[in-house]
């Protein structure tokens, strides 16, 4: 028996259907309030706005769950790759041998771009933010590639043009990184794995015979896997609106890119990374800075703390610091940095200001020093969370082309000035 919710306003009232998900989620359907009633409602910021149905991820903030199609997240980050997750993603079901070869081959027959991104990776400023560049030449790749303005392609083509697009990404990351530096830049290769390839193009040197850390590898897959979809985030959001009005795959991921720079969003790692570097300037007082964080006139705020949908703790928080201290072992890297990471964490989690506000480690609180472990610059950790994020976007675009979803189009209540007459002030 399916349920319904009434709506009652001015002695008038509205039955909405109510729609339940396969997690018992539940959601008034006001699709067709407008046409019933003439209201709309308002949500700034979506908070408790549903904007699909989606059987893509699932995660629950009470209680810390974290499901790629219905895996748990700690169960792929602790057995499966990127690759393999990117394929779970993008097609619904982990592949068989078959599918997971002709995959990972496609992706990586596809790793090359054209020498002409070169030329436009030039004309930026090497001071330039790598995520805007990495925004504009995703939006570039258009003219390269101009089958990926068919808003209609069959699936070959589409599987083709995502599995292209996975390939050229950590080519164009390394490429723009290492011409920032005055580097060369490095083929991509055809042998390697993603991860190892990845690895290579941006730290080997010509000349030198760069030898990629299995350790490192291994919280490569870890960190990528774990950032790879998180439902209906604001950058994710953005894809979805972008990819309805039918613009191409290259446009939609370019948005999803500008998105997630911003520092509420991705661009949290590489501030609380700042954030640490700052409080090591100033002597490593963890307990000055949690009581700045409390007291409401002073500006700093504590980054990497709390989250939009956790309300406990962030699960993908748990397994990063452990393989954050696994890499630091490893690489016998002994970084002040995550001592005064691990000890902000320790005194937040046994203050009842943050608990009270449920202020937990996110994902952003440890990944940033993995990266920096990793040899990485600090405008690069956002990069990296693109990088992870590519597969879950393209997922999340494929599903609302495949639903027929709409063009995205909210609407608004309006504030302003109402109707008034031009009075001339100055002669044409
Ligand atoms: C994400 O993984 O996209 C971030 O945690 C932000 C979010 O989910 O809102």
């Not at 979506?46 to 997240?73: H, M, V």
């Not at 090359?112 to 995520?131: C, N, Q, R, W, Y």
């Not at 972008?242 to 590489?270: D, E, F, M, T």
Request: some cysteine; proline content about 5%; aromatic content about 8%.
């Amino acid at each position: 028996m399916s349920q319904t919710a009434e709506l009652t306003l001015g002695g008038k009232s509205y039955e909405l259907p109510v729609i339940e998900g396969s997690e018992a989620e539940k959601a008034v359907d006001i699709s067709k309030l407008r046409g019933a009633s003439g209201l709309i409602t308002i949500d700034p910021g979506f908070k408790n706005t549903g904007s699909t149905q989606s059987a893509i991820t699932f995660l629950d903030g009470e209680k810390g769950i974290l499901r790629y199609r219905g895996y748990p997240i700690e169960q792929l980050a602790e057995k499966s790759n990127f690759i393999e997750v990117a394929y779970l993603l993008v097609h619904g079901e982990l592949p068989t041998q078959e599918q997971l070869s002709a995959f990972e081959g496609s992706i990586t027959e596809q790793n090359d771009i054209p020498e002409e991104v070169k030329t436009i990776l030039e004309g930026f400023p090497k001071s330039a933010h790598p995520m805007g560049v990495l925004s504009a030449v995703i939006s570039a790749l258009t003219a390269f590639y101009p089958e990926a303005l068919n808003p209609n392609p069959t699936k070959e083509e589409a599987d083709k043009l995502i599995n292209g697009l996975i390939g050229k990404l950590p080519t164009i990351i390394s490429w723009a990184y290492k011409m920032a530096k005055g580097e060369s830049t490095v083929a991509p290769s055809k042998e390697d794995d993603y991860c190892t390839n990845f690895l290579k193009v941006m730290f080997s040197k010509e000349g030198e015979d760069y030898k990629v850390d299995p350790v490192v590898v291994d919280a490569l897959n870890t960190l990528l896997i774990l950032h790879a979809d998180h439902e209906q985030n604001c950058s994710t959001a953005t894809v979805r609106v972008v990819g309805s009005s039918h613009a191409s795959l290259y446009s939609a991921i370019s948005a999803g890119v500008s998105a997630l720079w911003g520092p509420l969003h991705g661009g949290a790692n590489q501030a609380v990374i700042e954030m640490l570097e700052a409080i090591k300037e100033d002597g490593g007082d963890t307990k000055k800075y949690l009581a700045k964080a409390k007291d409401k006139n002073d500006p700093f705020r504590l980054m990497g703390f709390g989250h939009r949908v956790y309300k406990n703790f962030d699960p993908r928080a748990r397994i990063i610091k452990k393989s954050c201290d696994e890499v630091l072992a490893a690489l016998n890297i002994n970084d002040p940095v995550l001592d005064i990471a691990k000890g902000l964490e320790q005194e937040a989690l046994n203050d009842e200001y943050f608990k009270a506000r449920n202020l937990y480690p996110n994902v952003d609180f440890y990944s940033g020093i993995i990266y920096r472990a990793l040899g990485l610059d600090v405008e690069l950790f956002t990069v990296m969370f693109a990088l992870g994020r590519l597969p879950g976007w393209i997922a999340q675009w494929k599903e609302m082309r495949e639903d027929n979803a709409p063009i995205g189009r909210p609407r608004q209540v309006y504030t302003g000035a109402t109707e008034r007459d031009y009075t001339e002030v100055s002669a044409r």
